[in-house]
Antibody, heavy 123, light 106 residues
Framework: EVQLLESGGALVQPGGSLRLSCAASGFTFNNYAMNWVRQAPGKGLEWVSTIRGSGGTTYYADSVKGRFTISRDNSKNTLYLQLNSLRAEDTAIYFC?????????????????WGQGTLVTVS | DIQMTQSPSSVTASVGDIVTITCRASQGIGTWLAWYQHKPGEAPKLLISAASSLQSGVPSRFSGSGSGTDFTLRISSLQPGDFATYYCQQTNDFPLTFGGGTKVEI
């Protein structure tokens, strides 16, 4: 069974930093692109960032580019998101999710499994 | 960027009703569209990929259709567990984008 367990959410002041983690199990971690998606209070889902299986290619939403850094440790089956220069509008539940890249292609880019999220509050 | 527009933003329905949710892309995306169900406090769940491909374990009362820019999620005979928020997402290219969501309420 696929499990994705996020941690690291906290209350942080504007301008502060935080590192989120997502521990993965139940699938071959390096065969999947890993992602962060967030949901601000009362709002919809917003894609934040993606990292391919090898860790060599990353993508970011414009709203976080230059402030957030996605990374992964395939030896620990763990995904990370470093959040710097935090703003009030970054307040959200942050979900990790995977995209199947078995067979060499990650296309189409839908999220197969999700975690339950971790709450980041910037205030 | 590809903008995704869902309608309605909310719908009130009863058990047994048919519910139809639409999603429009700002440019053609073929059939590269997914639908998710999200309940508060839970992980979102992938229902449909490639516009109409039902995921394993998802009840057949859920169906998806469409291509190009216009897509539909249909729930036939709404069940108590179906009250949730539904999102479409274009799976064609980065930046990945979601529709604003449709809340299905009792």
């Amino acid at each position: 069974e696929v499990q994705l367990l996020e941690s690291g959410g906290a209350l942080v002041q504007p301008g502060g930093s935080l590192r989120l983690s997502c521990a993965a199990s139940g699938f071959t971690f390096n065969n999947y692109a890993m992602n962060w998606v967030r949901q601000a209070p009362g709002k919809g889902l917003e894609w934040v960032s993606t990292i391919r299986g090898s860790g060599g290619t990353t993508y970011y939403a414009d709203s976080v580019k230059g402030r957030f850094t996605i990374s992964r440790d395939n030896s620990k089956n763990t995904l990370y998101l470093q959040l710097n220069s935090l703003r009030a509008e970054d307040t959200a539940i942050y979900f990790c999710a995977n995209i199947d890249c078995r067979g060499g292609s990650c296309f189409p880019l839908h999220f197969d499994s999700w975690g339950q999220g971790t709450l980041v509050t910037v205030s | 960027d590809i903008q995704m527009t869902q309608s309605p933003s909310s719908v009130t329905a009863s058990v047994g009703d048919i519910v139809t949710i639409t999603c429009r892309a700002s440019q053609g995306i073929g059939t590269w569209l997914a639908w998710y169900q999200h309940k508060p406090g839970e992980a979102p769940k992938l229902l449909i990929s490639a516009a109409s491909s039902l995921q394993s374990g998802v009840p057949s009362r859920f169906s998806g259709s469409g291509s190009g820019t216009d897509f539909t999620l249909r729930i036939s005979s709404l069940q108590p567990g179906d009250f949730a928020t539904y999102y479409c997402q274009q799976t064609n290219d980065f930046p990945l984008t979601f529709g604003g969501g449709t809340k299905v309420e009792i």
